[in-house]
């Protein structure tokens, strides 16, 4: 695993209040709208890639779905998520992993990312990423990703990013994805600053 990364991710979620931080929201609003969207089963297996301490698995739970999994690069942050599900975390696959070298023990029908595809700024760790899904996505499978748009800031995390448009995402998927649903979305922080993202879902043809 990239150590570097892995320890600026660990020093963040040791040093900040998970509600704290820039990303955090109380209702991961459009992340369940495209899921819902997806019209999957209630046992469908889905990935939060990067899901950190964000509060969407609580949601998926509490849907009744029981086929959840969350990926992140910090031990910290998949810590704190699975101690604030208490029980519940159980329920859950937890894998501490970089997703650039993601090797998957089962394969998804939905990967949902929110703010972690934006940081691979190298063309080779775009590609190791789209290996991973590769390797992790069902046929037919359904990508939802969001990234900080072209407006969006300069840097997430202190970490630089790259900026999307709809097109411009969908494009670094690929062909072999149809483009479903496109939003863009001004995400208030919990300083109160804005922030403009881009999200599409995705879908296997
Ligand atoms: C901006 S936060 C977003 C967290 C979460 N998706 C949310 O919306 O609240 C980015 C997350 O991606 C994780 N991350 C960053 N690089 C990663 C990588 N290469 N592999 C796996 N996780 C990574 C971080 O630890 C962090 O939890």
């Excluded at 301490?53 to 690069?73: E, F, M, P």
């Excluded at 699975?82 to 998804?108: C, H, M, N, S, T």
């Excluded at 080779?124 to 992790?136: E, F, H, I, S, V």
């Excluded at 922030?195 to 879902?201: C, I, K, L």
Aim: aromatic content about 8%; some cysteine; glycine content about 6%.
């Amino acid at each position: 695993m990239n150590s570097e990364t892995q320890t600026h991710w660990n020093r963040v979620y040791t040093t900040k209040a998970t509600d704290a931080v820039s990303w955090y929201q109380v209702q991961p609003k459009i992340s369940l709208e495209l899921i819902a969207a997806a019209k999957l089963p209630l046992h469908a297996p889905i990935i939060d890639v990067g899901g950190g301490a964000s509060l969407l698995v609580d949601c998926l739970l509490a849907q009744d779905r029981s086929a959840l999994s969350v990926l992140d690069i910090s031990a910290s942050a998949l810590a704190g998520a699975r101690a604030r599900l208490g029980a519940g975390a159980a329920k859950v696959g937890w894998i501490e992993a970089d997703v650039r070298e993601f090797a998957p023990a089962q394969r998804y029908d939905l990967w949902h990312d929110r703010a972690v595809f934006h940081f691979l700024t190298d063309p080779a760790d775009r590609a190791a990423y789209m290996a991973a899904l590769r390797r992790g996505l069902n046929p037919r499978g359904h990508v939802v990703v969001a990234t900080f748009a072209l407006d969006g800031p300069p840097r997430c995390s202190g970490l630089d990013v790259a900026h999307y448009d709809a097109a411009s995402l969908h494009g670094q998927f690929g062909d072999d994805f149809a483009l479903l649903d496109a939003r863009r979305e001004t995400h208030i922080t919990p300083n109160g600053s804005e922030q403009a993202f881009t999200w599409v879902r995705l879908r296997l043809r």
